[in-house]
Every structure is written in C-alpha cells, then in structure tokens.
C-alpha cells in the first residue's frame, strides 16, 4: 500500500486561480471542498493516495517544511519571509500575481527621499523580508507588525510607511497612500518538502511533471 500524499492549498483567491491546474494536473476533490458550507479543512480526492488540506496562505509554507504535507502551493512572498531551508519550489504557477513595495501618506512624498533614509519604522506583515531589504542598503528598519490593514497605520499614527502586496493600487490611494519603493514581484509556486522528495523521489516528480503539464496545457 502507497503512502499518502498531502497537498496544502492556501483558503482566498489563490485558491480559486490554483484549481484549473489542480484538474489539469487530474486532481479532483471530494464534493465537500466546493461546499461554502462544509467546515471540512481535509478532503479526499479522486486519487486515493492523495489528499488536500486547506490552510491559511502562510500556512502553507509551514505544513510544507515540517512535512505535514509534502506539496503546496505558496506565494514566494511567504518563502521569502520564511525562508524554509526544507521546501524547494520546482515551478512558477504563474498566479496569483502582484508585487510588494513601500507606500506612504501622498502628503509626505513631495518632500522625502528615500535614499537619505537612515531609520524608519514600518507596519507591515512582512517583517523579516522588511528588515533583509534595508538592511542591504543600509537602513535600520523598525517593523511593527501586523496581519491586515495596514494602510490604516500611518492616518492612525502608527508608523509612517507600510510594505505591504499591491494589486491594481486601488487600496492604497483609497486610503491617501502612494507606492515609493517596489521591493519584489510575486507569484504561486508549486513547493516540496524537500525530505519526501529524497524518500519518494518518483512519487514527487511524477506529481511535479502533472503539474508542469497543467501550466503548458493552459
């Protein structure tokens, strides 16, 4: 008897972007993953040897590296904050697109420079890849962190800039911010736990050339 193989998703919109590549890869879940009602986080799927739990998209990264699951699918804005020594990731997905970057009030902008920064404090979700960026170009950042609405930090006088992901910038002008700085792109990549890959070799590049199929497929 195989033994079974865990895929973590991540809960939202990746979700939604992730699933033509999971049916183009032949995964099919159990009727209940597509039930808004269901409080079910681990499903079945058409595969008997693989099942799918369905976690938090910063989640994902962790389940992966300590080998709860052995694929998933995250941003590499997560294993850029983390940066599990035990994950590979084999393939860019190409979903879930956006960027990370700086903002702050549009009221301060005429007057900074962001190249005369020495030391700044920032509320952001990101805090170690924060710190990495500043530190290569030699500013102190102070990072308060948070797990949603940080354009509200600097109107509430929290902090005076935030690096969080934007999309279209809808957010952030909404709430009088502007971008200064783009710190990186990003997107969903398939990731392994690197351990199953060594044990079970086959098992996992069998899975990872489904999904590389699903990608030339779409």
Known sequence: MSQKLVIALPKGRILKEAMPLLRGAG?????AFDDPSSRLLRFKT???DLEIVRVRSFDVATFVAFGA????????DVLMEFQYPEIYAPLDLGIGGCYMAVAEPAEMLAEDDPGRWSHIRVATK?????RRHFAARGVQAECIHLNGAMELAPSLGLCRRIVDL?????TLRANGLVEV??????TSRLIINRAAAKTRPEHLSGWIERFQGALDAA
């Open 69 to 76: 699951a052995q694929i998933g699918i995250a941003g590499n």
């Open 27 to 31: 995964i099919e879940p159990e009727a």
């Open 126 to 130: 990101y805090p170690g890849i924060t």
């Open 166 to 170: 934007v999309s279209s910038g809808e």
């Open 46 to 48: 058409n595969i008997p």
């Open 181 to 186: 700085e783009r710190i990186a792109d990003v």
